[in-house]
């Protein structure tokens, strides 16, 4: 398992717009929606269609410890003082397509039965993040929601006092026009006065889903490969079934996945393997079974790989071992509390470097394995998953990596990752 040490406590997302505070108070009680009954009131047909399906999730809110949900009235959405945890902004630079554009509901502690019906209902969604609050039934479906948008990690932005909106120009306040920047910001040090010079740490066009710690139960959406993700955070739920295929479908997006803890089952996905652009790939202590696709020999900017706390069996890859070689990204491969019967030699350096975790396993002369009669008794067990091809044709930009021009693998901290700061926000 991954030893975790994060320094980072919370994570700002900052919009072309105003971030209110929370507001601390006593639990609201559920509130019918107000009506307001002329579409004049709104500036476009947009938040007029947010102010609907804003005000039909918040009838099935059951517990709002902070009191968030009192500040969602009249037609003000994106106002200074109204609707914390909504942030706008304009998809297209257009000043009349101003729309609900983000969602940061982090440690607010909202109860709803359900998300469906809500952020597969705000088409110009593009960040949702909502640790810490108990929204149960499934996953919502991702693929309807069309916009991407650019999306900088910065690792140690200092905060504002006033938390007014700050873009990469200079311009602080709010503002309703121009391309949205969001801005992550990691880090546990106090409000300071002076936000100094801030220089974009490689931007991507992104899309953000971070929902750790919400009681998610129920599959993962088999069509969840046809959306545009790059982060996607869902540790400590409690998801079950297996990892769908369509995941192969986000090879050119994808940046992080992040599944740990969870109740996942099935053999391990070959299309896992395709997810070239991926540098964190995170699916430890589930009910995963299975060999290790040679398709993952094709992760090639892969940086974290953590399989931990499943029930996979069989040889580990020398070729996935391979990819914290020369010219390699892997600098973690975490496959302790499997069922793995042997290493090659790639992944017999990796053990002496301290690069490849294979504890509690069944690897003959290694120590800290498990019980020959633990082991035995696995074996025993019927194995209905495919055995490991021999051969696999990695996806090109895969190729294109390997091909580059060998450089030093870097170990980067955790709280450097998006997917891992939010664990511990």
């Known amino acids: 398992m991954l030893n975790l040490r994060l320094p980072t406590q919370c994570l700002l997302l900052v919009l072309c717009s105003y971030v209110p505070a929370i507001v601390s108070g006593p639990a609201a009680h559920p509130v019918q929606p107000q009506k307001i009954s002329q579409y004049s009131y709104f500036p476009n047909e947009h938040l007029y269609h947010a102010y609907l399906v804003i005000q039909r999730f918040k009838s099935t809110i059951t517990s709002d410890p902070k009191n968030i949900t009192a500040t969602w009235t009249d037609h003000d959405i994106?106002?200074?003082?109204?609707?914390?945890?909504?942030y706008c902004a304009t998809p297209t630079g257009q000043p009349e397509d101003l729309a609900v554009t983000g969602i940061i509901w982090n440690g607010y502690g909202l109860r709803a039965p359900r998300l469906r019906g809500f952020i597969d209902q705000l088409p110009d969604l593009a960040f949702f993040h909502a640790a810490s609050n108990y929204f149960g039934s499934d996953i919502p479906p991702l693929n309807i929601l069309p916009y991407m948008y650019n999306l900088d990690v910065i690792d140690d932005l200092p905060a504002h006092p006033e938390a007014d909106a700050y873009t990469n120009s200079g311009f602080h306040g709010p503002c309703v026009t121009g391309v949205i920047n969001l801005i992550i910001n990691v880090t546990?040090?106090?409000?300071?006065?002076?936000?100094?010079?801030?220089?974009?740490?490689?931007?991507t066009n992104a899309r953000a889903v971070l929902l750790n710690y919400?009681?998610?139960?129920?599959?993962?959406?088999?069509?969840?490969?046809?959306?545009k993700l790059s982060y996607l955070a869902l540790a400590n739920n409690k998801l079950t079934g297996p990892i769908p295929p369509s995941f192969g479908h986000l090879q050119d997006s994808l940046l992080e996945v992040l599944l740990l803890n969870n109740q996942l089952s099935g053999c391990l996905p070959h299309e896992l393997g395709m997810l070239t652009k991926a540098t964190?790939?995170?699916?430890?202590?589930?009910?995963?079974?299975g060999p290790i696709p040679t398709s993952f020999s094709c992760l090639s900017s892969v940086e974290q790989l953590n399989l931990a706390g499943n029930r996979l069996y069989g040889e580990v890859p020398d070729a996935l071992c391979k990819l914290a070689g020369h010219g390699g990204r892997l600098a973690n491969l975490t496959l302790s509390g499997n069922y793995f019967t042997s290493v090659g030699p790639a992944c017999a350096a990796l053990i002496?470097?301290?690069?490849?975790?294979?504890?509690?396993?069944?690897i003959p002369g290694l120590a800290n394995q498990r019980r020959p009669a633990e082991c035995a008794a696995f074996r025993s067990q019927p194995k209905t998953c495919p055995a490991a091809s021999t051969q696999v044709a990695c996806p090109a930009a895969a190729a294109m990596v390997a091909t580059a021009p060998a450089g030093?693998?870097?170990?980067?901290?955790?709280?450097?990752?998006?997917?891992?700061?939010?664990?511990?926000?």
């Open 352 to 362: 002496k470097d301290g690069v490849l975790d294979v504890k509690s396993n069944c």
């Open 280 to 289: 964190v790939i995170d699916a430890g202590v589930n009910q995963l079974t």
């Open 214 to 227: 919400n009681d998610l139960a129920g599959p993962l959406p088999e069509d969840i490969g046809f959306s």
């Open 188 to 203: 546990m040090k106090p409000f300071k006065k002076g936000w100094g010079h801030i220089s974009p740490f490689g931007g």
């Open 78 to 86: 994106c106002g200074k003082t109204r609707y914390l945890g909504f």
């Open 408 to 425: 030093e693998r870097k170990v980067r901290d955790y709280s450097s990752y998006v997917t891992y700061a939010t664990l511990h926000d």
